[in-house]
């Protein structure tokens, strides 16, 4: 054996699929695990599926009809996608906080020490996240029906906007993977919050960026979260309310930009890190 065999970590045997087979295997036997344990534990299910019908309701009958939409428009209508994107958004500190935890009670070493490909780890925590994140933006579709939102567009473009919504948690998926990785204890990851608060809130999730300072709503405009928001709009047939910006109006192009180019450098650096622990 060479030694770049040695340092490249341990080797896994080729199955039938060859390696991507059989890194597809791993990938799926660590999302099943994962799965597995909020199966046994329920209370997880609830507080995570949960959480997000309580931010609609409150969002939407609090702020209701305090805000007024430019160019007109119901506010509940135009916050819901917002809110859907939201809590897309603000998944990858959950996975952060997953990933941290397993790291601090030797789970990782542990997967670090079997033949398995190195790739697994990663994209399978993505795969079980994006699972939950299905069943959250069913619940929260559901709860949103409940309190009068309808999808006002086509059916296609309905679809359309919950596929760029899921595309937009996958991404941010590896953000909080890397993060995961990084972080030095459970508690460090209590700290995203300071990231997903600015995150959602300068963005187009509550208001129009025009109805902001002018530095404000141009940073709003430009925010990953943004383009994914307005584009759901549109799809939706709900109130945009755009400011006339060119991310604005090419909000559908850039809700799948933006997270092509997320996964595009984050991916990778998930990997990356998990290959470079403790070495």
Known sequence: ?????????????????????????????VARRSLTHYQRQPVMILWQLGFPIVSVLLYGFVFGKAIAVPGGGDYREFLMP????????????????????????????????????????ATGRGLADLVIAVAELTILALTALAMGWRAQGTPL???????????????????GVWLGLLLPTPEAAGGLFGVVFPLTMISSVFVAPSLMPGWLGAVAAWNPVSSTVTAARELFGNPVASGGSWVEENAVLMAVVWPLALTALFLPLAVRRFRRLSR
């Open 1 to 29: 054996m060479s030694v770049a065999e040695l340092e490249s970590g341990p080797m896994v045997a080729e199955g039938p699929g060859g390696r991507l087979g059989r890194a597809a295997v791993d990938a799926w036997n």
């Open 82 to 121: 917002g809110m859907f994107a939201s809590t897309m958004a603000a998944g990858f500190m959950l996975t952060a906080t997953v990933m941290v935890n397993d790291a601090s009670k030797g789970v990782i070493d542990r997967f670090r020490s079997m033949p398995m490909s190195t790739s697994a780890v």
């Open 157 to 175: 473009g309905a679809l359309s906007a919950f596929g760029l919504l899921l595309l937009l948690r996958f991404s941010l998926i590896w953000v």
